[in-house]
C-alpha cells in the first residue's frame, strides 16, 4: 500500500504531473530497491534505475552536473565523455558504492548486458552513517542483484525505502522520492521524471511553497535545535529522465536545473554536501552505434525550445525531495539515534498560517 503523499497534503505544486507522478512516467525507465532494516545498526539499501527497463541495454543520451562535489558518481567521467549511459543507475550509502558497482558489471556480464567489453556503471551515494552504521557493511551483491531484477513500473515505493532507507532531510526522516511533469502539447507534450535520494538540509532553511515551515517545526532538530548556525549536513542525489529529444550538452543543463529545486526546498548547498545531478533521455534510441557507416539518425530539440523542460525539472526535483519526506517514518538506528518523520499535520498547518494549504 502506497504512503500519502505530498499533494495528498494539500500543497499547491507547480506544474501537471504524469499518470503516476513519478520518474516511471517517462516510457520504460523501471525503479528497483533493496531494504535492509536489520538489528540496532543496518538502516540501509540499494536503488536501481533502468533507463530502458531490465531488459533493454540500448544506451541512452546523459550528461551529469556537480553542483557541490562533497560525494561521488562513478562513470560520471565516461558520460560526460562519451555522452552515453550504458547501463543501470546505482544509489546506495557512502561505503557501499564499491560492492554496488562491481555487482552491476557482474549482472551486465550474465545477462549479455555489456555495450563495451568493460564497464563504467554510474552509482551515486548520500551518507546514512547517523541512523546507519556504514562501517558494517550491510549491502551485499545479493541486495543488488535484488534491486537490479526486480524493478518497477507505474507507483513506486518512497521514504524508508531503498539506498534511501537510513537518511535525513532537514532533520526530518528523508530518504527516496520522486515525481514528474507533463509538458502541453503546445510545448511538445514530453515528459520530465525526478528520482531523488534526499538527505542533506538544516532545519531552519526548510521551505515548501514558499513557507518557511522549518521556522515553525523546529522540534525534534537533532544538530540545529532549529535555529541558524550556517552549518548544512548531507547529500542530495538527483537522477532527471526524459522523453525529449535533447543531447548530452543540452542534457548538462537540465541536470543543472536541479540545483534550483533544491533550492524551492531552502538548501543553500552547504560545504558538507554531495549534491551531485545526472540527466538522461530514452528518446533516440539505437543511436550509441550507428549505422553501417557510422552515421546515427536522430533528433534534437533546438535551444529555444528547452525552457519547458528546464521548469519541469526543477518542479519535479522540488516536489520529489518534498514526497521522500512525507512518506518517511520514525527511524532509530545506530546508537540509538533517532530521526522523527515530517508531521502531516503539523505542515498542514504552516501552509494555512500563509494562506497556502
Same mark, same amino acid.
Given at each position: 500500500?502506497?504512503?500519502?503523499?505530498?499533494?495528498?497534503?494539500? +500543497?499547491?505544486?507547480?506544474?501537471?504531473?504524469?499518470?503516476?507522478?513519478?520518474?516511471?512516467?517517462?516510457?520504460? !525507465?523501471? /525503479?528497483?530497491?533493496?531494504?535492509?532494516?536489520?538489528?540496532?545498526?543496518?538502516?540501509?539499501? /540499494?536503488? +536501481?534505475?533502468?533507463?530502458?527497463?531490465?531488459? *533493454?541495454?540500448?544506451? !541512452?543520451?546523459?550528461?551529469?552536473?556537480?553542483?557541490?562535489?562533497?560525494?561521488?558518481?562513478?562513470?560520471?567521467?565516461?558520460?560526460?565523455?562519451?555522452?552515453?549511459?550504458?547501463?543501470?543507475?546505482?544509489?546506495?550509502?557512502?561505503?557501499?558504492?564499491?560492492?554496488?558497482?562491481?555487482?552491476?558489471?557482474?549482472?551486465?556480464?550474465?545477462?549479455?548486458?555489456?555495450?563495451?567489453?568493460?564497464?563504467?556503471?554510474?552509482?551515486?551515494?548520500?551518507?546514512?552513517?547517523?541512523?546507519?552504521?556504514?562501517?558494517?557493511?550491510?549491502?551485499?551483491? &545479493? &541486495? !543488488?542483484?535484488?534491486?537490479?531484477?526486480?524493478?518497477?513500473?507505474?507507483?513506486?515505493?518512497?521514504?524508508?525505502?531503498?539506498?534511501?532507507?537510513?537518511?535525513?532531510?532537514?532533520?526530518?526522516?528523508?530518504?527516496?522520492?520522486?515525481?514528474?511533469?507533463?509538458?502541453?502539447?503546445?510545448?511538445?507534450?514530453?515528459? /520530465?521524471?525526478?528520482?531523488?535520494?534526499?538527505?542533506?538540509?538544516?532545519?531552519?532553511?526548510?521551505?515548501?511553497?514558499?513557507?518557511?515551515?522549518?521556522?515553525?517545526?523546529?522540534?525534534?532538530?537533532?544538530?540545529?535545535?532549529?535555529?541558524?548556525?550556517?552549518?548544512?549536513?548531507?547529500?542530495?542525489?538527483? /537522477?532527471?529522465?526524459?522523453?525529449?529529444?535533447?543531447?548530452?550538452?543540452?542534457?548538462?543543463? +537540465?541536470?543543472?536545473?536541479?540545483?534550483?529545486?533544491?533550492?524551492?526546498?531552502?538548501?543553500?548547498?552547504?560545504?558538507?554536501?554531495?549534491?551531485?545531478?545526472?540527466?538522461?533521455?530514452?528518446?533516440?534510441? &539505437?543511436?550509441?552505434?550507428?549505422?553501417? *557507416?557510422?552515421?546515427?539518425?536522430?533528433?534534437?530539440?533546438?535551444?529555444?525550445?528547452?525552457?519547458?523542460?528546464?521548469?519541469?525539472? !526543477?518542479?519535479?526535483?522540488?516536489?520529489?525531495?518534498?514526497?521522500?519526506?512525507?512518506?518517511?517514518?520514525?527511524?532509530?538506528? &545506530?546508537?540509538?539515534?533517532?530521526?522523527?518523520?515530517?508531521?502531516?499535520?503539523?505542515?498542514?498547518?504552516?501552509?494555512?498560517?500563509?494562506?497556502?494549504?
Amino acid at each position: 500500500m502506497l504512503k500519502p503523499r505530498a499533494r495528498d497534503l494539500g +500543497i499547491p505544486f507547480e506544474g501537471t504531473t504524469g499518470k503516476h507522478n513519478a520518474i516511471t512516467d517517462v516510457e520504460g !525507465v523501471t /525503479v528497483g530497491y533493496s531494504t535492509i532494516v536489520e538489528g540496532d545498526s543496518a538502516r540501509t539499501g /540499494v536503488t +536501481i534505475i533502468h533507463p530502458r527497463g531490465g531488459a *533493454n541495454h540500448d544506451p !541512452v543520451f546523459a550528461a551529469w552536473f556537480p553542483f557541490n562535489g562533497n560525494g561521488e558518481m562513478t562513470g560520471a567521467a565516461w558520460v560526460e565523455e562519451g555522452g552515453y549511459l550504458e547501463g543501470p543507475i546505482g544509489i546506495t550509502n557512502t561505503h557501499s558504492v564499491g560492492i554496488v558497482r562491481d555487482t552491476i558489471i557482474e549482472w551486465q556480464a550474465k545477462n549479455n548486458a555489456l555495450f563495451q567489453k568493460w564497464s563504467c556503471p554510474v552509482v551515486a551515494e548520500t551518507a546514512d552513517g547517523w541512523l546507519n552504521n556504514m562501517n558494517g557493511f550491510f549491502v551485499k551483491p &545479493h &541486495h !543488488v542483484w535484488e534491486a537490479l531484477e526486480k524493478t518497477e513500473s507505474g507507483s513506486i515505493a518512497e521514504g524508508n525505502v531503498g539506498g534511501g532507507t537510513g537518511m535525513i532531510c532537514y532533520e526530518f526522516k528523508g530518504g527516496s522520492g520522486t515525481s514528474s511533469r507533463k509538458l502541453p502539447e503546445k510545448f511538445g507534450g514530453w515528459t /520530465v521524471g525526478a528520482f531523488v535520494q534526499s538527505n542533506f538540509g538544516a532545519r531552519y532553511q526548510f521551505t515548501v511553497a514558499g513557507v518557511p515551515v522549518g521556522n515553525h517545526l523546529k522540534e525534534h532538530a537533532m544538530w540545529s535545535d532549529g535555529e541558524n548556525p550556517y552549518q548544512e549536513r548531507g547529500s542530495l542525489i538527483v /537522477v532527471l529522465a526524459t522523453d525529449a529529444p535533447v543531447l548530452p550538452h543540452q542534457l548538462k543543463r +537540465i541536470a543543472k536545473r536541479a540545483t534550483l529545486g533544491m533550492a524551492r526546498t531552502g538548501s543553500l548547498g552547504g560545504n558538507g554536501s554531495g549534491d551531485i545531478f545526472l540527466a538522461f533521455s530514452t528518446a533516440n534510441p &539505437h543511436t550509441a552505434l550507428g549505422k553501417e *557507416n557510422g552515421l546515427a539518425d536522430l533528433r534534437a530539440l533546438d535551444n529555444d525550445h528547452l525552457n519547458a523542460l528546464f521548469a519541469a525539472s !526543477v518542479f519535479a526535483t522540488e516536489e520529489a525531495i518534498i514526497n521522500s519526506m512525507v512518506a518517511a517514518e520514525d527511524m532509530t538506528g &545506530h546508537n540509538g539515534f533517532l530521526v522523527k518523520a515530517l508531521p502531516h499535520e503539523g505542515l498542514r498547518e504552516a501552509l494555512r498560517r500563509y494562506g497556502r494549504a
